[in-house]
């Protein structure tokens, strides 16, 4: 849905007058509210250690999400935006998504990855369907009217999930501490989260942008691929915890982070139709992963004792990533729309996007070879080797 909000944004009907052609600061929208989702993890872990009611929390965060959305309609410029749909969406949906992530692993051992790959496919299944939604409510609606229909449907929904989720009695809440930070499997977990996330945003941000500008598809039919996306990526997410179950989770994922990386480099780089669309379903296949299997491999890497503490910590670091990865995509894409008509040609436009693309691949396969040596810095911490980890 962040694809379209940005394409909508700053295309010439946006009732954003300033955001108009301005894709590296529209794009800031959607990445800052998706970091601070993520970064504001840190907070959220000291409230439930301080020993906050988790429900009236989760309350509280659909409510804020809730509000976000609805006085986003109301937005007239880009500043507006900012206060709304990223810094209340984003603080709202911290306080609702970080203890669903971070409570489930918790409750499951031996199918630990299929059931986060369940918990996590729900996004993917948002996507699939809010994507065409969204779209279609916008053309008929106009993006006022759509924001505050999401902002009813999110509280309608997220009012029942904010009074089921509990606590596991395993789980202990604890603080980060320098003994943590200090660890090499810590750092390496860090910086891998920064770069997967500044290189994960990328495609599902821009892929409208590239097939409707670069490859001259209609909008409706870009929205179509991107459910395809979501709905790929949403079944892959269950498989690849289901597959990390049986041949190990670090194993799985970090064969996802290098697959995404060279479907990047060898799919979306200089792309015909034909190679986009086969970079649409195997980046969402592979894409997934490892957001799906983060959390259960925290679990296993630091233990229960430690797990609360190393997962908000990665979390706030990986928010970071999030915001740097789009602007700076927006940032070598540049203007290539005025009034709604293309200042550049598809081929000018390919040749930005070539570059955007060998940076996106670099960034992912770097985030994959720093997970392997989180394995390696592991097993060597424990004194075995495990092929199946």
């Not at 009611?53 to 109301?74: E, P």
């Not at 993917?124 to 106009?142: C, K, M, N």
């Not at 789980?171 to 501490?177: E, I, K, L, M, T």
């Not at 799919?267 to 669309?277: G, H, M, N, V």
Request: net charge positive; hydrophobic share 50%.
């Amino acid at each position: 849905m962040g694809s379209f909000r940005q394409e909508f944004y700053s295309s010439a009907e946006s009732n954003i007058v300033d955001a108009r052609a301005q894709y590296a600061m529209t794009s800031l929208i959607g990445t800052v509210g998706g970091g601070l989702t993520w970064s504001g993890s840190i907070f959220v872990s000291l409230l439930l250690s301080s020993g906050c009611d988790l429900n009236l929390m989760c309350l509280a965060g659909t409510t804020i999400m809730s509000l976000g959305f609805i006085l986003a309609s109301f937005s007239t410029r880009l500043w507006q935006l900012f206060l709304t749909q990223a810094i209340l969406l984003g603080i709202g949906s911290s306080m609702l998504y970080y203890p669903i992530t971070s409570l489930t692993p918790v409750f499951f051992d031996r199918h630990r990855g299929f059931a986060m790959g369940i918990a996590m496919a729900g996004s993917g299944a948002g996507g699939l369907v809010f994507a065409p939604v969204t779209q279609s409510l916008i053309e008929r609606y106009g993006a006022p009217v759509t924001l505050r229909i999401l902002g009813v449907w999110n509280f309608a929904v997220c009012i029942p999930i904010s009074f089921v989720i509990r606590r596991h009695p395993a789980y202990c809440a604890v603080r980060p501490s320098l003994a943590l930070a200090r660890k090499g499997t810590f750092i390496l977990q860090v910086f891998a989260a920064f770069l997967q996330a500044a290189g994960n945003i990328v495609p599902l941000y821009y892929q409208t942008v590239y097939s409707v500008y670069v490859l001259d598809i209609s909008p409706s039919t870009s929205s179509l691929l991107l459910a395809v996306n979501n709905a790929v990526n949403s079944v892959a997410r269950v498989a690849m915890g289901l597959l990390a179950d049986y041949v190990g989770r670090q194993n799985t994922m970090i064969a996802c982070v290098l697959f995404s990386g060279l479907s990047v480099l060898t799919l979306w780089l200089d792309a015909s139709r034909e190679r986009f669309l086969a970079f649409i379903v195997l980046y969402g296949i592979f894409s997934g992963g490892y957001s799906a299997l983060l959390p259960t491999t925290i679990a296993e890497v630091y233990g229960h004792e430690h797990y609360s503490a190393a997962n908000a910590a990665i979390y706030f670091v990986r928010g970071f990533g999030a915001v740097f990865g789009a602007p700076v995509a927006g940032a070598l894409l540049g203007s290539h729309q005025q009034s709604g008509q293309p200042v550049l040609s598809p081929s000018v436009l390919k040749t930005r996007f070539n570059v955007i693309a060998a940076l996106d691949g670099v960034l992912l396969l770097v985030a994959g070879v720093c997970v392997m040596f989180v394995r390696w810095f592991d097993a060597k911490a424990k004194c075995t080797w495990k092929w199946r980890a």
